[in-house]
Nanobody, 111 residues
Framework: VQLQASGGGLVQAGGSLRLSCAASGSIFSISTMAWYRQAPGKQRELVAIITRGGDTDYADSVKGRFTISRDNAKNTAYLQMNSLKIEDTAVYYC??????WGQGTLVTVSS
């Protein structure tokens, strides 16, 4: 299984971005998907997670601003990020089943 993350870029504070994570292979629909991020000089942290049943959970820092979703028919997970803050700047990684990692996509939020 491989994961391909996309959708990162440069956005002004208060703006929005949607990240996508496309998975190859047939296990996507039975796996938990998650988004992590790693800011410069910081440890990688969990941002959001969605179970195969659609239950979600978020880091406190993004609750109410970010939404994780999945489309099992497309083997794709999404992270809708609204009201972005400068401190959201990081490389964002998707993860499948706590085992498979995507390559990361850079999100830069400017003032």
């Amino acid at each position: 299984v491989q994961l391909q993350a996309s959708g990162g870029g440069l956005v002004q504070a208060g703006g929005s971005l949607r990240l996508s994570c496309a998975a190859s292979g047939s296990i996507f629909s039975i796996s938990t998907m998650a988004w992590y991020r790693q800011a410069p000089g910081k440890q990688r942290e969990l941002v959001a997670i969605i179970t195969r049943g659609g239950d979600t959970d978020y880091a406190d820092s993004v609750k109410g601003r970010f939404t994780i979703s999945r489309d099992n028919a497309k083997n794709t997970a999404y992270l809708q990020m609204n009201s972005l803050k400068i401190e959201d700047t990081a490389v964002y990684y998707c993860n499948l089943g706590a085992v498979v990692w995507g390559q990361g996509t850079l999100v830069t939020v400017s003032s």
